[in-house]
């Protein structure tokens, strides 16, 4: 039986696929056990059973593969945005797009990397400095991104309403300090940044438009005051 073009093309396409998710399946364990500084382009070919040459076919560099799979968390978590209906207000919208990305992310990543690869990874970005210096660029980049999405669902000028890009940077600083914590923490499970996340989130807007004294406090500050 002969096989079409279309089939043959497609045939080399899961192959790239599949080449392309062994490189990263098989850094990100290299880099989760011996460090990222000290893993080599070399030993990374070598562990996916190809050549260097075939590596950077694939990837330009070590550090392009380390954020591969972020690459896919990222997004699959503006998809869920993009999928949030159109009445719910920003912060809520972007607070329930976490909320989802987190609950499906396993899925998202598991053709490439079990989750808690992913998760040790995530450890390892947060310290190596290198590495954290790229994925806070990439973080900004990803906010520029939400900030069209959320623009765009409330009929808003990004460059005009200075209001959107206040928004998904508090909501991104949010963001970063949960992922701090978790880093720093002692269960760097899925499950305890997706609880943490959704802690700080819920404390965002309380703690931006809300005043942060009770009613006694403030009186007994006025008195002392």
């Known amino acids: ?4 073009p279309a089939e043959a093309g497609g045939l080399r396409e899961r192959k790239k696929r599949r080449t392309r998710d ?4 098989a850094a990100l364990e290299l880099f989760t056990t011996k460090g990222f500084d000290e893993t080599t ?4 070919a070598e562990a996916a059973e190809v050549s260097q ?16 799979v972020q690459e896919i968390t990222e997004l699959h978590f503006v998809d869920a945005l993009r999928a949030r209906p159109p009445e719910e207000p920003p912060f809520e919208a972007m607070r329930q797009a976490v909320a989802t ?3 499906t992310i396993a899925v998202a990543i598991g053709d490439v990397v079990p989750l808690q690869l992913h998760m040790r990874m995530y450890l390892v970005v947060e310290s190596t400095p290198s590495l954290l210096a ?4 990439r973080s900004l980049a990803t906010e520029e991104t939400i900030g069209r999405i959320i623009a765009e669902r409330e009929g ?15 909501f991104g600083g949010a963001m970063r300090v949960a992922g701090r914590l978790w880093s720093e923490g002692d269960d760097h499970s899925a499950e305890a940044i997706r609880d943490l996340t959704s802690r700080y989130m819920d404390h965002l807007v309380p703690s931006l438009a809300g005043p942060w004294r009770s009613r006694s406090a403030g009186g007994t500050a006025a008195r002392r005051g």
Do not use: C, Q
């Open 41 to 44: 382009v070399d030993e990374i």
């Open 134 to 137: 790229v994925h806070i660029r």
């Open 22 to 25: 062994t490189l990263a399946r």
């Open 101 to 103: 990305a987190w609950d």
């Open 53 to 68: 040459r075939t590596f950077f076919r694939y990837y330009a560099s070590k550090l392009e593969v380390a954020f591969a």
């Open 1 to 4: 039986m002969t096989v079409g």
């Open 156 to 170: 808003v000028d990004i460059d005009e309403d200075p209001r959107v890009r206040v928004a998904v940077a508090a």
